[in-house]
């Protein structure tokens, strides 16, 4: 019988491919794994759950347990991987979105999200944006303006100003001084 699992701070391909490994290590039959799911065959599943736990935790990561946990993590998912296929597309809301990736009302995700989370799914997504844009800035790349444009910012001064609130520094400041504070994608809060 196949038993997906639920993971939390799955958030690139290295760590489908750590978690992927390590339960393979652990002689599980793991049948198809993505950011913070994975498929297991089990015959005796509380084993196999109490395996999974122990895997994930070793590697950074935690096995969820309710619904909402659940949600919130697939949110998550769902918004990084929007930031990771550039540009944004601005004739779509966020909410549109999320609503229609997740399958979800908007107003239950936004509520469950910031019930959980103690901060509301705009904010985050600010936050992650900022991290891109450090990314974006460090890979020296694109220009302000075109990483505006690729974040769906109205124009570089409403990325600018917004940069400045978050990080304390102007964007030029930033990449003067070759900022390396980013943060991991899975501690943003």
Do not use: W
């Not at 005796?44 to 999974?52: A, F, L, M, Q």
């Not at 705009?122 to 974006?136: C, P």
Request: some cysteine.
């Amino acid at each position: 019988m196949e038993k997906n699992f639920y993971i939390k701070n799955m958030v690139c391909d290295r760590c489908i491919r750590v978690l992927k490994n390590e339960l393979l290590a652990a002689n599980l039959t793991v049948n198809e794994i993505e950011l913070g799911r994975v498929e297991i065959t089990v015959e005796n599943e509380k084993d196999i759950r109490n395996t999974v736990a122990k895997v994930a935790k070793a590697n950074g990561f935690q096995l969820l347990e309710s619904p909402d946990d659940y949600l919130v993590e697939r949110t998550k998912i769902e918004m990084i991987n929007m930031l990771n296929h550039l540009p944004l597309d601005p004739n779509r809301k966020l909410s549109e979105l999320l609503s229609e990736k997740l399958q979800v009302n908007y107003s239950k995700i936004s509520r469950t999200f910031s019930s959980q989370e103690k901060v509301t799914l705009e904010k985050y997504f600010i936050k992650l944006k900022i991290e891109r844009v450090k990314e974006l800035i460090q890979n020296n790349q694109h220009n302000f303006t075109e990483i505006g444009y690729l974040l769906d910012y109205s124009n570089v001064n409403h990325l600018s100003r917004q940069f400045k609130n978050r990080t304390g520094m102007s964007l030029s400041k930033y990449k003067t001084e070759k900022g390396d504070d980013r943060k991991p994608l899975d501690q943003i809060v």
